[in-house]
């Protein structure tokens, strides 16, 4: 929301109350208060009657980050929902003859604040990160539409800002206008179903914004050198949160708001869904199955999305018993050819539905102020929305979902949660307007806490489409409703990459969009994406997505990347955990990794998998795609071929087998020797790819068991042409490729020994 017209001026119908001179200011409890009036005061300690103040005060609740919270009135009642965040802590607070400074440890981000003319910096070492504008900052007053309270946090030359949820705009947020309001309005456009009132600046820091309503951002839109953010009322609470890197900024956002938990290793294989129609029963279930198995591509989990409960009935969560007389029967021959069971559900309840009555009765469904139900047409006829304020009706949810689980459901598709009404009464008293974006953290948390409960943690996850700040705990979420077209699936990945960055360490999408039907050329494509994400399904609205719809080359195609990412797992497993551990997400934009080069600012048509594997997805029918090397020497990991980049474009044409999968230089990448599943032993026979390993250096591969425990890890070590690898943990059958190497010598040291070295075209086999 824009509050000036222009810099000088302020808009027409806009009082602002501004941040000139200090009043007063003291440190007490680990807090650091300053009472600022609009006033010049021309003296200190200046008498002042009949102006207003406003409060700021400073606070930390862990190393690196400061709390930050200014209010004009503080006297309003506190509604909820309120974001789950820790307390404040004790800190230190220096006392200076023109400033006051917080710490929130030795080296870490502190604030420095002026005593007298109002002044706020933030640093971490010797580096000024932000500031805030106390000139532009304040409390303002709309004509009709009442106070919000704004902050404008600087930027400098050449800072970019990244994140606010899952965006389809624009990777680079400068210059745009955001508003955190959750929407189902698809991947096209300016709306999001993901959205999260943080930002991570290129620059070294992030920023959240602490309200789960409405929050918008003007990132360098209204004012050029500034973040720009309001909120309405009379309070705005905020953490200005630093570290080491990008990668420990985000690491750090997770410690505050919760970090994903660490979903099923059978979750990472290949989902099948019916897709979005009405003409399915228990024979095409079995058609698709068959059909795949026939063709030798791995499945892993099936999808039965909307219409396996009757139409007009969403949700009554009984199965349609003209299409599944027997579903228990069903759900137990799948299990019986591995598969995995996901079935679709959402929030809403229709009128025609049992459900209806019974929560209506029960005071579990949401009402208008005036006691009604609310209830509209939009979706299913006279539908109403669950109020999961209120326990009883969380718990009435969770144990309709409870009956599915008992006759062999593995997991739930969480979809909708973003129409959410503003004219509602909640249980709980909570503001509707706050709810509205959180209506879906307490929807997933009902979901994924039964999930847990029933099926055991590390057993449990969702297939979630809306979310707010701190949703990533419930992993996973897909990216939407995206077309068919190669734009829509560069859009996506945008979305994709911007919502990492805010936390979400598992993410996937519908393989060759879900509107219309993708040409087989975009299907191929997509198929490469799809399967270089942390989780890969094919879905869709009109046809069903099996891959000999498509032609005849397209089952192969999916064979390919399907078993490519089976014996990937080791790999991305490892970085599942590391995710759940720290926080860090699977895709990663290229910043987060090379945050130092400028090339990788803006990139959004690529990213990395994990920490070291690049993949640039095939955009064009032609097979041409454009992609940034930083510098060092990459290996292609399909076909072997080096590349010594100085940090540089690349133009190549890929066919529909191949597409830029890059080894980062020194890295090791474990590949397992499983291409027909996901979950597997990842130790037994597995092989270590060691990349481009320089003078001196070492990497280390952590080997974790399917229950997240570690089981080995190998460390790798140079030095000249000599190579030392440390094996820890259990003993197994190990392969080591030293890509590129020729005739070096290996030690063993730790468990093991060598049985047998050979030189081979791609490099040094060694195997222990």
């Known amino acids: 929301m824009k509050f000036r017209d222009g810099y000088w001026e302020i808009r027409s119908g806009v009082r602002p109350l501004n941040l000139w001179s200090n009043v007063d200011g003291n440190a007490a409890d680990g807090v650091l208060s300053l009472w600022t009036t609009n006033h010049r005061l021309s003296r200190p300690g200046e008498r002042v009657l009949g102006i207003p103040l406003i409060t700021t005060e400073f606070s930390s609740p862990m190393t690196d980050v400061i709390h930050v919270r200014m209010y004009h009135h503080k006297g309003a009642a506190r509604r909820g929902p309120a974001l789950d965040l820790p307390a404040d802590r004790a800190v230190r607070i220096d006392e200076g003859p023109e400033s006051r400074t917080l710490w929130t440890g030795e080296g870490a981000l502190r604030a420095a604040v002026d005593k007298d003319s109002w002044g706020v910096s933030f640093y971490r070492g010797g580096k000024a990160l932000t500031s805030i504008s106390g000139r532009n900052s304040g409390h303002f007053t709309v004509e009709g539409e009442g106070a919000y309270m704004v902050q404008y946090l600087s930027i400098a030359v050449g800072e970019a800002i990244y994140g606010l949820g899952e965006r389809f705009t624009p990777f680079v947020k400068n210059g745009q206008t955001v508003d955190i309001w959750n929407e189902d309005g698809g991947t096209a456009s300016e709306q999001a179903y993901k959205n999260i009132p943080f930002y991570l600046s290129g620059r070294g820091y992030g920023v959240l914004v602490n309200s789960p309503g409405r929050v918008s951002f003007e990132i360098g839109s209204e004012v050029v050198s500034a973040v720009q953010f309001s909120v309405p009322g009379e309070v705005i609470d905020y953490y200005v949160i630093g570290g080491d890197s990008l990668k420990d900024v985000v690491s750090n956002y997770t410690a505050l708001t919760g970090r994903p938990a660490l979903p099923p290793a059978w979750s990472f294989g290949l989902w099948l869904s019916t897709s979005f129609t009405t003409d399915y029963d228990e024979k095409t279930v079995t058609h698709f199955v068959d059909g795949m198995a026939e063709r030798n591509i791995p499945l892993r989990v099936f999808h039965f999305d909307c219409f396996w409960m009757k139409g007009c009935r969403w949700v009554d969560f009984e199965w349609d018993k003209e299409q599944f007389p027997d579903p228990a029967g069903m759900l137990r021959r799948l299990h019986d050819r591995g598969l995995a069971i996901c079935v679709w559900i959402n929030p809403y309840v229709a009128q025609k539905s049992p459900l209806f009555d019974e929560g209506m009765a029960k005071g579990y469904l949401l009402k208008r102020p005036n006691g009604d139900v609310w209830q509209w047409d939009r979706w299913q006829p006279g539908m109403a929305l669950v109020d999961f304020t209120n326990p009883a009706a969380a718990a009435w949810f969770a144990g309709k979902l409870k009956g599915l689980l008992d006759i062999g ?360």
């Not at 996973?476 to 068919?484: N, P, R």
């Not at 068991?705 to 094996?727: H, K, P, W």
Request: charged share 20%.
């Open 409 to 768: 459901v593995d997991c739930f598709k969480t979809d909708f949660g973003e129409r959410i009404p503003v004219d509602a009464a909640y249980y709980d008293g909570s503001d509707p307007q706050k709810m509205h974006n959180y209506y879906t953290y307490l929807y997933n948390k009902t979901v994924f806490e039964l999930l847990e409960q029933e099926r055991g943690k590390g057993e449990a996850v969702v297939f979630a489409r809306s979310a707010a700040a701190g949703c990533q705990k419930f992993p996973l979420h897909w990216g939407g409703d995206c077309a068919a077209t190669y734009e829509s699936m560069a859009e996506t990945l945008r979305g994709g990459l911007s919502l990492a960055l805010t936390g979400f360490g598992f993410w996937s999408h519908d393989i060759s969009g879900f509107e219309s039907t993708a040409t087989a050329d975009l299907f191929k494509r997509w198929c490469a994406f799809g399967l270089l994400s942390s989780h890969s399904r094919l879905h869709g609205n009109q046809s069903y997505r099996v891959p000999w719809n498509f032609d005849d080359e397209a089952s192969d195609v999916l064979r390919f990347f399907t078993e490519l990412k089976c014996r990937l797992m080791p790999y991305l497993w490892a970085k599942a955990v590391e995710s759940h551990s720290r926080g860090l997400p699977l895709l990663r934009a290229m910043v987060l990794e090379f945050p130092d080069d400028p090339g990788c600012a803006y990139l959004d048509r690529q990213y990395l998998l994990g920490d070291s594997l690049l993949a640039a997805p095939v955009f064009s029918p032609e097979g041409d795609v454009d992609y940034y090397l930083p510098a060092g020497r990459w290996t292609n990991i399909l076909s072997g071929e080096l590349t010594d980049s100085r940090g540089g474009w690349r133009r190549e044409r890929h066919n529909y087998f191949s597409l830029p999968l890059l080894a980062r230089p020194n890295s090791v990448i474990p590949l397992g020797n499983n291409a027909a599943r996901p979950d597997y032993d990842y130790a037994e026979g597995i092989c270590f790819h060691v990349f481009e390993l320089a003078d001196g250096q070492s990497v280390t591969a952590p080997v974790y068991n399917i229950s997240g425990g570690l089981e080995c890890s190998f460390t790798v070590s140079r030095r000249g042409q000599e190579y030392t690898v440390r094996n820890t943990g259990a003993v197994k059958p190990w392969t080591l490729l030293l890509r590129s190497v020729h005739a070096a010598g290996v030690v063993i040291e730790g468990g093991g020994s060598v049985s047998a070295a050979a030189d081979t075209p791609e490099g040094l086999f060694v195997q222990g």
